[in-house]
């Protein structure tokens, strides 16, 4: 890190350690450089032992000169870029277009059409699959294998959104920096060729299912408000969705049997969560949630209060020198844990949501000698829905 650095705009070298960097010909300078509002060109700023024609050590390595803004307890220093920079491999690259063909394949198979490689009229859009759907349902399908800042994310999920369309972030990592930064699933590791071969891809987070129970004697765990006993009372929370694939993700998102819920606030904290549910275990949340889906305020972050000591500026490069300085490690973003509804209209009757729904498939029609795979879970078959689709009895339970 240094405590110095080149501007590349307006071709002037800035000192960190100065209120007004050193240049007070330049007033705005701060809030171009860092912050919310800042410039998001990745060659704005460049060491300054590069700069004045010398070889930083970042580019001996082979690496790049360029460098951002952090800050730190000691004030605010500049980093390259990419010491630990995560590069695009050949075979990521593969497993990129692989989903992206996967998705079509997925959605044409089901009769929605898909584009790929879509872009808006002013180009400032670019969605890698569309798939469109039924009463005017627009899916933007964004397979993302490589790392992605939250702010990227959020900028492409907001243009997607200014053009109809509503963002379906797709990773195979648990600690993608995209998770519950706008809607998204996640599917398990798997090879770009199992991908390319059709085999089925288990969608593993950010699909859920609403879960009613009564905290009684029966509750194999305490109440989860006041954490010991069992209060008598319903709760309410969303858990992980299992054994649904990836080509059926595709059909119920774009067919609007799947919607996604924006919660703005995690009881106990600030975090806030998207998640995908059945459109009936929506619409039954919205029912009984008492204020899971307020407006929450916007608070910025507060700025970090450092003594910053003035120093002369420093034209060396300082890339790979010991600081004592280490990057926390990068946190699981999908834990896999429930959501716990926090609070829960207190003039509702839950009793009826806890009562099991059958379905009497005694007839003879519900019956094919010929299996095929169940429209839910992807499973064989003999039997068949009231429309005559291939469906395993709890599957259609299930989707009531």
């Keep these: 890190m240094a405590s110095s650095v080149f501007c590349t705009r307006y ?3 800035l000192n960190l350690t100065l209120p007004d960097l050193g240049q007070p010909g330049f007033p705005d300078l701060w809030s171009e450089i860092y912050g919310d509002d800042a410039d998001p060109d ?3 700023l460049q060491c300054i032992q590069s700069a004045r024609g010398l070889p930083c050590n970042s580019e001996a390595e082979g690496k790049s000169p360029y460098m951002y803004i952090q800050q730190r307890a000691c004030g605010p220093v500049a980093v390259h870029r990419n010491p630990g920079k995560h590069e695009v491999t050949p075979a990521e690259s593969d497993e990129h277009k692989a989903l992206k063909e996967r998705i079509c394949k997925d959605a044409e198979a089901v009769g929605f059409a898909a584009d790929v490689e879509s872009r808006s009229v002013d180009g400032r859009r670019r969605t890698d699959v569309i798939v469109d759907g039924l009463n005017g349902i627009r899916i933007g399908w964004e397979p993302q294998m490589s790392k992605l800042g939250r702010r990227a994310v959020e900028r492409r999920t907001e243009l997607a959104k200014r053009d109809g369309l509503t963002s379906m972030w797709l990773t195979k990592s648990a600690k993608a920096e995209l998770i519950n930064r706008a809607p998204w699933s996640r ?31 029966s509750s194999v765990l305490p109440c989860p408000v006041s954490r010991y006993g069992r209060c008598g009372k319903f709760h ?5 969705a299992h054994n649904l694939l990836l080509n059926k993700l595709v059909e119920f998102t774009a067919s609007g049997e799947y919607r996604v819920l924006h919660v703005k606030r995690v009881a106990g904290s600030r975090a806030e969560r998207y998640l995908w549910a059945p459109r009936r275990e929506l619409d039954r949340y919205y029912e009984i949630a008492a204020d899971e889906t307020e407006e929450v305020e916007q608070v910025a972050p507060e700025p970090v209060e450092a003594e910053v000591r003035e120093r002369p500026l420093d034209t060396s490069c300082r890339y790979g020198e010991e600081t004592g300085f280490r990057a926390p490690p990068t946190p699981i973003r999908d834990t896999g844990l429930a959501l716990a509804i926090a609070h829960l209209r ?37 039997l068949r ?8 009895k709890v599957c259609a339970e299930a989707r009531l």
């Excluded at 829905?385 to 395993?392: C, K, L, M, N």
């Design 346 to 382: 207190p003039d509702l009757d839950l009793r009826t949501a806890t009562e099991p729904k059958m379905l009497n498939w005694t007839d003879r029609s519900h019956w094919s000698a010929d299996p095929q795979p169940c429209v839910s879970c992807n499973g064989l078959t003999n």
């Design 42 to 44: 990745r060659e704005l």
């Design 236 to 240: 309410a929370q969303w858990l992980p």
């Design 385 to 392: 829905d009231s429309t005559g689709r291939p469906a395993h």
């Design 11 to 13: 071709g002037i070298e």
């Design 187 to 217: 599917i398990k590791e798997t090879p770009w060729r199992e991908i390319v071969a059709g085999d089925p891809l288990d969608i593993v987070g950010g699909v859920n299912q609403l879960d009613i129970w009564r905290c009684d004697i």
